[in-house]
């Protein structure tokens, strides 16, 4: 009865832990280059970017119009960016926040930009 009652505890755990990986739901929806900055007038901490690449292995997307708020994290390698680093030509990996529209290109919400090094 214990052996049961430990084997069952373990496989109840195991995914439980595991599951509570910040990073295992964080998706690449896109990695592309900025080809267009849209800056909202009104409200300087809202903006939008259309991101073109290649759908990849890794990737769900190859166009996308991302909108970037104050709740988005930025990244150049393992440091914090801004939205100041975000401009035309750079390469970036985008994780979205929630559902996309599935229009063409997909608009979403980015959770988190990445900017590549070149």
Same mark, same amino acid.
């Given at each position: 009865?214990?052996?049961?009652?430990?084997?069952?505890?373990?496989?109840?755990?195991?995914?439980?832990?595991?599951?509570?990986?910040?990073?295992?739901?964080? *998706?690449?929806?896109?990695?592309?280059?900025?080809?267009?900055?849209? /800056? *909202?007038?009104?409200?300087?901490?809202?903006?939008?970017?259309?991101?073109?690449?290649?759908?990849?292995?890794?990737?769900?997307?190859?166009?996308?119009?991302?909108?970037? *708020? *104050?709740?988005?994290?930025?990244?150049?390698?393992?440091?914090?960016?801004?939205?100041?680093?975000?401009?035309?030509?750079?390469?970036?990996?985008?994780?979205?926040?929630?559902?996309?529209?599935?229009?063409?290109?997909?608009?979403?919400?980015?959770?988190? /930009?990445?900017?590549?090094?070149?």
């Amino acid at each position: 009865m214990k052996k049961t009652l430990s084997l069952l505890l373990i496989l109840f755990l195991v995914p439980a832990i595991t599951g509570c990986n910040k990073d295992s739901n964080e *998706n690449i929806g896109i990695r592309g280059q900025i080809r267009e900055v849209c /800056i *909202n007038e009104e409200d300087s901490l809202v903006s939008t970017f259309l991101i073109e690449g290649e759908i990849e292995d890794d990737t769900t997307y190859d166009s996308a119009s991302v909108t970037v *708020n *104050n709740d988005t994290e930025i990244y150049k390698g393992e440091e914090k960016a801004t939205i100041e680093d975000l401009e035309e030509g750079i390469t970036v990996e985008v994780v979205f926040e929630g559902a996309v529209a599935e229009s063409y290109p997909v608009q979403g919400t980015a959770k988190k /930009i990445k900017i590549l090094e070149d």
